[in-house]
T-cell receptor, first 111, second 115 residues
Framework: RKEVEQDPGPFNVPEGATVAFNCTYSNSASQSFFWYRQDCRKEPKLLMSVYSSGNEDGRFTAQLNRASQYISLLIRDSKLSDSATYLC????????????FGQGTTLQVKP | GAGVSQSPRYKVAKRGQDVALRCDPI?????LFWYQQALGQGPEFLTYFQNEAQLDKSGLPSDRFFAERPEGSVSTLKIQRTQQEDSAVYLCASSLDGRSNQPQHFGDGTRLSIL
């Protein structure tokens, strides 16, 4: 079983749709949580950190449930430019900053 | 530019050859990470440096993989006697001090193909 599990998709949605991605992680000692975005043949880029209280950045909302070891990302009013792979990421137990990535969920927003 | 720089961008090698991949982190970043990303998968951790010290190499898949950062800045990932399963994108990332809440900045990666 992978340490971080995501539905790989692809998710095909029309512009303007709301889409939600989910992720579960197995290590209860993980301390930090992130969503990264990766465009085709590009490097991963930090989209947002995820906090227990939930946090929002424009059209993006991230939530963390430590008890269930579950992380989510909600994208409202999808744009064509949101098409990418979204990687759920947690830190390892050692707190060295080592990142553990999920497989990624592919989003394709269509006109 | 001020980002993480990796070279070469693409590398093709024959099975059995040795390869060396270079990473120039952001100036002043103490922590440096190497990841391996296979097609259709998320990146997987290989190794971690804090300055010149290699503090975690638990992700290196075999003793054919070796990484160094002798002066605490540029790092090299070397793969000896390459195999086809080594074909992947090798990503380097750096962060200011390696604490778990510090963002990691990734380079463009080296796309390695073993024939």
């Amino acid at each position: 079983r992978k340490e971080v599990e995501q539905d790989p998709g692809p998710f095909n949605v029309p512009e303007g749709a709301t889409v939600a991605f989910n992720c579960t992680y197995s290590n209860s000692a993980s301390q930090s949580f992130f969503w990264y975005r990766q465009d085709c043949r590009k490097e991963p880029k930090l989209l947002m950190s995820v906090y227990s209280s939930g946090n929002e950045d424009g059209r993006f909302t991230a939530q963390l449930n430590r008890a269930s070891q579950y992380i989510s990302l909600l994208i409202r009013d999808s744009k064509l430019s949101d098409s990418a792979t979204y990687l759920c990421v947690v830190t390892g137990q050692s707190n060295t900053g080592k990142l553990i990535f999920g497989q990624g969920t592919t989003l394709q927003v269509k006109p | 530019g001020a980002g993480v720089s990796q070279s070469p961008r693409y590398k093709v090698a024959k099975r059995g050859q040795d390869v060396a991949l270079r990473c120039d982190p952001i100036s002043g970043h103490v922590s440096l990470f190497w990841y391996q990303q296979a097609l259709g998968q998320g990146p997987e951790f290989l190794t971690y440096f804090q300055n010149e010290a290699q503090l975690d190499k638990s992700g290196l898949p075999s003793d054919r993989f070796f990484a160094e950062r002798p002066e605490g800045s540029v790092s090299t990932l070397k793969i000896q006697r390459t195999q086809q399963e080594d074909s992947a994108v090798y990503l380097c990332a750096s962060s200011l001090d390696g604490r778990s809440n510090q963002p990691q900045h990734f380079g463009d990666g080296t796309r390695l193909s073993i024939l």
